[in-house]
């Protein structure tokens, strides 16, 4: 309880960069990994790590031998990870979401995503969902959480309308975002 209260401090105080108040709920963790590859090798990108809530179910969901790079723009959340989640797996960022190429030269398995797309402009949204699907091999999957569905039309552009939208009935609604690249 005095963790999430602390978390939630963190959050507000930074609101124009976390876009958010409270940490993602359990069920929309668990929502947002449900496309997760769980075999051998497999290289994971999180956008948005925070405080590592959504990072920790990655990891319980990916084999020994795959990767996690976590993308975090504050450096404090970046630093709480370190202290905290102690994984030989997880390769944590301290870079935007729109920086991914410079970091992750592998091809990707599946992106989750946490970051706010409504405090972005239009140009640094599509070039995050567009670098995003560059980087992903076919059929995998970028899940994204957001509150909202205006976003919802940037993604089914990029990833040619295959992807779903699944409602977690929460205050406020969470939204999960399902996009597959699908490649003829
Ligand atoms: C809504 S919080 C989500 C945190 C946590 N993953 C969760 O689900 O509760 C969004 C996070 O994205 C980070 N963020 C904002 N812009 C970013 C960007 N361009 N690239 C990477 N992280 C970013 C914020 O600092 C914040 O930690």
Redesign the pocket.
Known sequence: MITKLK?SLA?TK?LF????I???SKK??IE?CKYIPKGDHKIII??????????REILKNIAPTSKVYA????KS?CEHVRKNINDDRLIIVN?????IKNHVKENVDGVIG???FS??SKE?GNK?IQDAYDKLVNNAYYSQ?LYTKFNFKKFQKIFINHCTIKAIKNIPTEYIYHCRKVQE
């Open positions: 978390t959050f930074n960069v976390t876009g958010a409270y940490e993602t929309a963790e947002i999180e956008f948005g790590m925070g405080y590592g809530n959504i990072t993308f975090e723009v504050k959340f870079d935007g979401a729109e920086n946490s970051i706010p405090f972005f640094k995050i959480v």
